[in-house]
């Protein structure tokens, strides 16, 4: 009886060990299964003690709950409900109870619920203007404590920036299972969180990056097998994984294709407003002074990033696998396509890293260029990558450039330069891999299948055609770029508007002034 209730003791213990242990395991560790989802499906409500805060999320959505135009951002009633329902009610000492208690998923929900909070807060101004006139204005430049203190401490403890972020704020934990038992798909998901709608566009736009990166597990299995076989100089092991690798992009494309129909091009911007950053601190007109976190302690100026795609890691780890981050040049559009790599979780951050280093010293590529069925393979995933950032470039010059003429990104990157120097990157690489190939009848006698050999073919001729196409492109988009930057210069005092002054919003492609860079 004695032995029985000591080993139940036990067995209590260990559990509660274990389950301490798995709270405390990083939302975003990084699996062959779950990829860079988060490990569980992230937490849809917050413990009763944070209603107030729920509350308000539950009804600031613009047209919340399918009443449109009701919600307290579509009244402009959102930042006096913030001040007055969250006033004295000690919610930061509840905040550092959760610290305590280190549930990461717990800790995640809270950061994503308040960063929610933070930028309708920050950004109401600008989306009041926005719908009102189509034209930007700046946001407000205060964060009042309530939201500021549990934000601050918060990203301190999961390691982020205190401001809204793509994975660990508003695609990669903002999604539950519609059915719980059901695989995380697209018509299987919906969303928790949203400034706009629940239901549409601002859906369709982020459950469309939450079914791609349901993938992403592939991509990771298959770039450790990569890098262990090049490392081994295993070539079938390395051949198989590079096949593996282009299958799990191939469904990553073809998920993304379907974002046309899911997200309409014309209703982006009605919930673009939210997701912008405070940076760059030069020259970004939303924010010229940055925003000061009240009560933090250190009150100067914080200036970050907004929400984008920029910070998913699936493409990352491509360019760092397959060794294009090594032809990047050294620039400005390079120094941001690192930063971005700061506004992930760090998990993400490492992991991307690690990638980097370990495909460098098990020399991924020139392993590859040393056989031509791996060449091929190798080909094939970098034409996937280059077919990912084509289309990028299709949805952002359609559903951005058309339609605005401001020309600093959500990222805050400058639109028109950042998007088309990473494609022309990529593909010179293809390019360069393209012309060490052998002939077709050498790649089926080395291994490669009809079909592989087929779609290596087609990959030789679409990297010509995009080489010209984007060459002659880009050499427009400099002139849009060279007029702007004269623009500027002549009207620099306009450079920085004041709070009244619009900020060129208007789809003008010449005369009207934007930010530092880009149309207007
Ligand atoms: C309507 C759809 C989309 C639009 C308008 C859009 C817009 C943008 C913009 C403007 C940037 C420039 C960076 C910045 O924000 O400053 C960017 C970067 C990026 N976005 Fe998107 N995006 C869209 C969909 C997606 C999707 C579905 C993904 C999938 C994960 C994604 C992943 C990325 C990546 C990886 C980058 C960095 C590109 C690079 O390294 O060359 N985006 N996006």
């Known amino acids: 009886m004695f032995k029985t209730q000591i080993n139940a003791a036990k067995a209590t213990a260990f559990k509660l060990t274990e389950g301490a242990v798995a709270k405390s395991l990083p939302a975003f560790t990084i699996t062959r299964n779950r990829g860079f989802l988060p490990r569980e499906d992230p937490v849809q409500k917050l413990p009763s003690v944070f209603n107030p805060v729920e509350s308000l999320l539950d009804r600031m959505t613009i047209h919340a709950h399918g009443k449109l135009n009701s919600g307290l951002l579509a009244t402009g009633q959102f930042g006096d409900a913030v001040k007055h329902e969250l006033k004295g009610l000690g919610l930061e000492h509840k905040v550092d109870e959760a610290i305590l208690s280190n ?74 299972r519609k059915d719980p038992a059901g695989d995380i798909t697209f018509d299987n998901l919906e ?3 949203a400034f706009e709608n629940h239901e549409g566009s601002e859906k369709g736009f982020i459950l469309v990056h939450v079914d791609m990166v349901a993938n992403s597990g592939k991509l990771i299995s298959a770039a450790e097998d990569c890098i262990t076989a090049a490392a081994t100089k295993q070539r079938d092991d390395f051949n198989v994984a590079l096949e593996q690798l282009y299958n799990a992009y191939q469904s990553i494309n073809q998920s993304m294709e ?76 390079t120094a941001v396509l690192r930063d971005f790599r700061q506004y992930r979780p760090p998990t993400q951050r490492e992991y991307i890293e690690s990638i980097e280093a370990r ?82 009848a050498t790649l089926v006698s080395s291994g490669l299948s009809k079909s592989l050999a087929v779609n290596v073919n087609a990959c030789k001729r679409r990297a010509e055609v995009q080489k010209r196409v984007l060459e002659a492109e880009m050499a427009v988009w400099a002139i849009v770029d060279d007029q702007k930057q004269n623009e500027l210069e002549r009207t620099s ?18 005369r009207g002034w934007v930010g530092n860079d880009g149309v207007g």
């Open 103 to 176: 549930d990461q998923m717990m800790l995640s929900a809270l950061f994503r619920d308040y960063a929610f909070l933070t930028s309708a807060y920050v950004l109401e101004p600008v989306d009041i203007e926005f719908r009102k006139t189509g034209k930007y204005t700046t946001g407000r430049n205060v964060l009042p404590r309530e939201l500021a203190v549990p934000m601050k401490k918060l990203a301190e403890a999961l390691g982020h920036f205190p401001f809204m972020e793509y994975a660990s704020v508003y695609a990669l934990q903002n999604w539950a």
């Open 191 to 193: 969303l928790i969180r």
């Open 258 to 333: 379907t974002m046309w129909g899911r997200s309409k091009p014309a209703d982006y911007i009605n919930f673009r407003s939210f997701i912008f950053g405070t940076a760059p601190k030069e020259g970004n007109p939303m924010f010229p002074e940055g925003v000061i976190y009240e009560g933090v302690g250190d009150e100067k100026p914080q200036y970050f990033r907004g929400e984008s795609g920029a910070n998913d890691s699936m493409i990352p780890l491509g360019d760092n696998l397959l060794e294009i981050t090594a032809s990047l040049p050294e620039n400005d559009l």
């Open 359 to 440: 495909a460098r010293l098990a020399k991924v590529k020139l392993f590859a260029h040393g056989d031509p069925k791996s060449l091929a393979l190798y080909v094939l995933n970098v034409d996937q990558i280059r077919e990912f950032r084509n289309r990028h470039w299709s949805f952002t010059k359609e559903y951005i450039v058309r339609r605005s003429a401001y020309g600093i990104a959500t990222g805050g990157s400058p639109i028109l330069r950042y998007l088309p120097s990473n494609l022309s990157i990529v593909n010179l690489v293809l390019e360069e891999a393209c012309s060490a190939l052998p002939g077709t």
């Open 493 to 510: 005092v306009r450079a920085i508007p004041h709070t009244d002054e619009d900020l060129g919003e208007q789809k003008i492609m010449q």
